[in-house]
């Protein structure tokens, strides 16, 4: 029987740590004044007819904290990183200087970075929102045990709410450091 709620409660808890990766992975994507390689993560280059992440054509690299180079592994296809770049619509402007794409990234205005961190928050909401339906799921499946004791669900309905605590705690901390990092000038 014990087994039963220990799988839930562990498959609750991989549960809320994937959202917790996934809200760290967004959070990459948002950007926080320097220049990095995850802020092409999403750019999609047309690669002989496919669209092709732009990692798999080109080396993206950051030489410092303004500019971001892409250099392509095969020299046609500067024009179509460059387009592709343009595509993505992320307020980059890329220049070619017939080796690599350059892109210099603009500092961020006060109101820039008061937008992201309300996106930042925005996606700490939603991932708050997916420890409450781990919490609810988990919770419904313990419920659903026949053959368990009432003491042995609520003591495992009262891990699980300690498992949603720690982790919306997590989470707190994780927006923190986030917003404390785009608002740094």
């Keep these: 029987m014990n087994e039963e709620i220990t ?3 562990d498959s609750t808890k991989e549960s809320m740590n994937g959202t917790i990766d996934h809200l760290v992975k967004a959070f990459a994507k948002i950007r926080a004044g320097k220049a990095s390689p995850i802020m092409l993560s999403s750019v999609m280059v047309d690669y002989y007819g496919s669209q092709t992440p732009l990692s798999q054509v080109a080396n993206v690299t950051t030489p410092d904290a303004r500019t971001i180079t892409v250099q392509p592994w095969e020299k ?11 595509i993505a619509n992320l307020g980059f402007n890329p220049m070619n200087n017939g080796d690599f794409v350059i892109i210099s ?3 961020l205005t006060e109101e820039r ?3 992201l961190a309300k996106q930042a928050k925005s996606e700490a909401e939603d991932a708050k929102v997916g420890i409450r339906n781990a919490r609810q799921e988990a919770n419904k499946d313990i419920r659903a045990l026949d053959d368990a004791s009432e003491d042995l669900k609520k003591n495992a309905e009262a891990d699980i709410q ?6 919306s705690k997590k989470i707190e901390e ?3 450091v986030k917003e404390a990092e785009i ?3």
């Design 7 to 9: 799988f839930i409660l």
């Design 76 to 86: 046609n296809m500067l024009q179509p990183i460059e387009k592709a770049i343009m």
């Design 105 to 107: 990234v603009p500092p």
């Design 113 to 115: 970075r008061r937008d």
């Design 162 to 167: 300690e498992l949603t605590n720690k982790f």
């Design 174 to 176: 994780v927006l923190a």
């Design 183 to 185: 608002m740094k000038v």
